[in-house]
């Protein structure tokens, strides 16, 4: 949340952030200061998201290709980090 700041530039990230995140940012009343504690953040995030090994399982159960270890193929995972971690 740091990372954003408060330029009007980052209207759409704040706006985001408080869909996903709402309930675990705090405001302080007089200010309008907002801060949020880390674990509770990550908390939002595990409810929400999948370990790459659930993830490569459930493509492995549909019987695409990825490989026989439980980690599949480095290719195959390199394309779900992209997937996911698209700059």
Same mark, same amino acid.
């Given at each position: 949340m740091a990372d954003l700041g408060r330029s009007w530039r980052?209207?759409?990230?704040? /706006?985001? +952030? /408080? $869909? /996903? #995140?709402?309930? $675990?940012?705090?405001? #302080?009343?007089?200010?309008?200061? +907002?801060? $949020?504690?880390a674990g509770e953040l990550d908390a939002f995030d595990r409810a929400s998201c999948r370990t790459m090994t659930e993830m490569l399982a459930a493509r492995g159960a549909k019987g695409e290709g990825v490989g026989e270890a439980v980690g599949g193929y480095p290719r195959e995972c390199q394309k779900l980090v992209k997937l996911l971690l698209r700059p």
């Open positions: 980052n209207k759409n990230g704040w /706006r985001k +952030v /408080r $869909a /996903r #995140y709402g309930d $675990a940012i705090h405001c #302080y009343l007089g200010s309008g200061h +907002v801060w $949020a504690l």
